[in-house]
């Protein structure tokens, strides 16, 4: 059974960048046509997706956050990583990491469990 | 940034029949893009409910179905029952963004 666990710090002062990583177990990272993606969820408020990255490193992000984001991957440790620079308290949210299928087809259907990320001073 | 827009809540009696509205645009949705349906129960990450318009996953209760027309998409929930009570998303594909949109989400009240 496919599994997917976020790590990284809970709390990120305001200006610096917030950095979590998704390792995958249970099946690799690697596989074709499959994606993996980070989605965010404000307290109190909906989803967003942030952005996606496949196993060869292409890169797809939200225009709406496309200056600030970075997803990178290291299928020698079957992990991908988020990386949000210059963060506010806006950006305060559970961040998820999930797997999709075909670009533009899937939908997301391997979640984490959600990291709470807090912005404060 | 929702372009998805669903209604905020609806609910219903156990045993009843609800449906969510999910309404995109001819950039998303109306562009034949397909849309996937997502139940989040309190305090847990989203889990695929529906896909590819109308699919359940294995284990997914034949109670859930989904359809889709036009510009919009729908949930349905046949024989409502209290683990039901959760808040329920709609997302698909939008071309203009060249992204992946969430709707705005429909928390379900069990009566």
């Known amino acids: 059974q496919l599994q997917l666990q976020e790590s990284g710090p809970g709390l990120v002062k305001p200006s610096e960048t917030l950095s979590l990583t998704c390792t995958v177990s249970?099946?690799?990272?690697?596989?074709?046509?499959?994606?993996w993606g980070w989605i965010r969820q404000p307290p109190g408020k909906g989803l967003e997706w942030i952005g996606s990255?496949?196993?060869?490193?292409?890169?797809y992000y939200n225009p709406s956050l496309k200056s600030r984001v970075t997803i990178s991957v290291d299928t020698s440790q079957n992990q991908f990583s988020l990386k949000l620079s210059s963060v506010t308290a806006a950006d305060t949210a559970v961040y998820y990491c999930?797997?999709?299928?075909?670009w533009g087809l899937g939908g997301f259907d391997y979640w984490g469990q959600g990291k709470p990320v807090t912005v404060s001073s | 940034q929702s372009v998805l827009t669903q209604p905020p809540s609806v609910s219903g009696a156990p045993g009843q029949r609800v449906t969510i509205s999910c309404t995109g645009s001819?950039?998303?949705?109306?562009?034949?893009?397909?849309v996937h349906w997502y139940q989040q129960l309190p305090g847990t990450a989203p889990k695929l409910l529906i896909y590819?318009?109308?699919n359940r996953p294995s284990g997914v209760p034949d109670r859930f179905s989904g359809s889709k027309s036009g510009t919009s998409a729908s949930l349905a929930i046949t024989g409502l029952q209290a683990e039901d009570e959760a808040d329920y998303y709609c997302?698909?594909?939008?071309?203009?963004?060249?992204?992946?949109?969430f709707g705005t989400g429909t928390r379900v009240t069990v009566l």
């Open positions: 590819g318009n109308n």
């Open positions: 999930a797997r999709h299928g075909q």
């Open positions: 990255i496949y196993y060869s490193g292409s890169t």
């Open positions: 249970g099946g690799s990272i690697s596989r074709s046509n499959y994606y």
């Open positions: 997302q698909s594909y939008d071309s203009s963004l060249s992204g992946y949109v």
């Open positions: 001819s950039s998303n949705i109306g562009a034949g893009y397909d």
